[in-house]
């Protein structure tokens, strides 16, 4: 059974930072290409970050030059460092493992930013 969990998400100001974490069971983690979306009020879900198998990062416009992604396989652990936070970053926060087959979703952790 595949399980992602986040945590980490929380309330702060705008300027703040936050790292957001998620832990991965039921798959071969160091194999797949994780990912961080969210989802505001009334948006659709969009991609945030993503870093593959091999450690190749890709980033939304949006976050370039602000958020990190990272991960440690022998841990099973993706990471989302999240500097410089705006309130329009205010979303629910969701870990995915993508493959070919199906992607795999967290429960997803609320990150609130206030102006």
């Known amino acids: 059974q595949v399980q992602l969990v986040e945590s980490g998400g929380g309330l702060v100001q705008a300027g703040g930072s936050l790292r957001v974490s998620c832990v991965a069971s039921g798959i071969i983690f160091s194999a797949n290409t994780m990912g961080w979306y969210r989802q505001a009020p009334g948006k659709e879900r969009e991609v945030v970050a993503v870093?593959?198998?091999?450690?190749?990062?890709s980033y939304s416009d949006f976050v370039k030059g602000r958020f990190t992604i990272s991960r440690e396989n022998d841990k099973n652990t993706v990471y989302l460092q999240m500097n410089s936070l705006k309130p329009e970053d205010t979303a629910v926060y969701y870990c995915?493992?993508?493959?070919?087959?199906?992607?795999?979703w967290g429960q997803g952790t609320q990150v609130t930013v206030s102006s």
């Open positions: 870093i593959s198998s091999a450690g190749r990062t």
């Open positions: 995915c493992a993508l493959s070919i087959s199906r992607n795999f």
